[in-house]
């Protein structure tokens, strides 16, 4: 079947604008996470959606970013008033964390670039 | 600091050889654990994961060993190819939370 969805793959953008980077998780996977990547970084966990709960925002770096997921399946990321630390790769993952320990599955990731 | 990390930032190796990539952890509340393969422009791919009841889980051409004595956790791969040329992360789960902590990768060249 087909796999984790992310649009748009490649995204430059000016200093100061906004963003919105879409993810579309495996059909019937009720766990969503997004993590940021930097150029020859590991992973930087930013947000996790899990079914209807409240989601774990403690990874988000600042008020600048914000995350939806609407009706328990897409999930749009905003970035507003783009800096150029925001530069890096932006992976979503989905799978069944609430069957415990389960891999996650990802993504191709969105790059974004700030100039 | 990081709870995961890894020994070697880049590994080269012969096709054909057998490869080993380390990776420690610090947290023994560490339940779950996962090797991931990157290759350019992807996201990761998932390879072997192991539960902490465990020491050795094998698959096809990986082995995944588990020493929870020293927190150690390494990925071994078999008869390496150039195909498995990309950057492997090991990430763990804390029992009770939801997310993965990973490492910051080792990169494997593997020359034909």
């Known amino acids: 079947g087909a796999g984790v969805s992310q649009s748009p793959s490649n995204k430059v953008t000016e200093k100061g604008k906004d963003v919105e980077l879409r993810c579309d998780p495996i059909s019937g996977h009720t766990a969503l996470y997004w993590y940021r990547q930097s150029l020859g970084q590991g992973l930087e966990f930013l947000i996790y959606?899990?079914?209807?709960?409240?989601?774990?925002k403690s990874g988000l770096p600042s008020d600048r970013f914000s995350a939806e997921r609407t009706g328990g399946s897409v999930s749009t990321l905003t970035i507003q008033r783009t800096q150029q630390e925001d530069s890096a790769v932006y992976l979503c993952?989905?799978?069944?964390?609430?069957?415990?320990?389960?891999?996650?599955?990802f993504g191709n990731g969105t790059r974004l670039t700030v100039t | 600091g990081e709870s995961v990390g890894l020994h070697l930032p880049t590994l080269s190796v012969q096709e054909g050889d057998n490869s080993i990539i380390n990776c420690a952890y610090s947290?023994?509340?560490?339940?779950?654990f996962i090797w991931y393969k990157q290759e350019s422009g992807k996201g990761p791919q998932f390879i072997i994961d192991i539960r902490s009841n465990m020491d050795k889980r094998q698959g096809q051409r990986v082995t995944v060993l588990l020493n929870k004595t020293v927190k150690h956790l390494s990925l071994q791969i078999a008869a390496t190819q150039p195909g498995d040329s990309a950057v492997y992360f090991c990430a763990e789960n804390i029992r009770g939370y939801s997310t993965l902590t990973f490492g910051k990768g080792t990169m494997l060249l593997v020359s034909p």
């Open positions: 947290n023994s509340a560490s339940d779950y």
């Open positions: 993952a989905s799978g069944h964390r609430d069957r415990g320990s389960s891999p996650l599955h």
């Open positions: 959606f899990q079914g209807n709960s409240a989601p774990d």
